[in-house]
């Protein structure tokens, strides 16, 4: 199972930023593939997760209207579009993926907590105010 993250980066408040995760090594409909992110001092903590092949997407509050999450079924890769960016979004973001067992984002964070999954190595997000 490996899953690579890339497009990090440096970016002014207001500007956008677009990461991906590549995934390999497990069937992409049989897992929930999310994101979080990790501020220094600061617990990590979910971000959005994509869920099944209609598909179902949840955000958290913070990043609702502004982070956009998606999905190429034929490339294995997860995106995560985040517009309107604020110096709070600053931090490690991570992809992550663990098996499609409840349709719910509460149960996809708790199986990441709880060691069930599996993590990319996070790509570093700084936004400048």
């Known amino acids: 199972v490996q899953l690579v993250e890339s497009g990090g980066g440096l970016v002014q408040a207001g500007g956008s930023l677009r990461l991906s995760c590549a995934v390999s090594?497990?069937?992409?409909?049989?897992?929930?593939i999310g994101w979080f992110r990790q501020a220094p001092g600061k617990e990590r903590e979910g971000v959005s997760c994509?869920?099944?092949?209609?598909?179902?997407?949840y955000y958290a509050d913070s990043v609702k209207g502004r982070f956009s999450i998606s999905r190429d079924n034929a490339k294995q890769t997860v995106y995560l579009q985040m517009n309107n960016l604020r110096p709070e979004d600053t931090g490690v973001y991570y992809c992550?993926?663990?098996?499609?067992?409840?349709?719910?984002?509460?149960?996809?964070?708790?199986?990441?907590?709880?060691?069930?999954?599996?993590w990319g190595q996070g790509t570093q997000v700084t936004v400048s105010s």
């Open positions: 992550a993926a663990a098996i499609y067992r409840l349709r719910s984002f509460n149960a996809f964070k708790a199986s990441m907590r709880s060691g069930a999954g599996h």
């Open positions: 090594g497990f069937s992409f409909d049989d897992y929930i």
């Open positions: 994509i869920i099944g092949s209609d598909p179902t997407t």
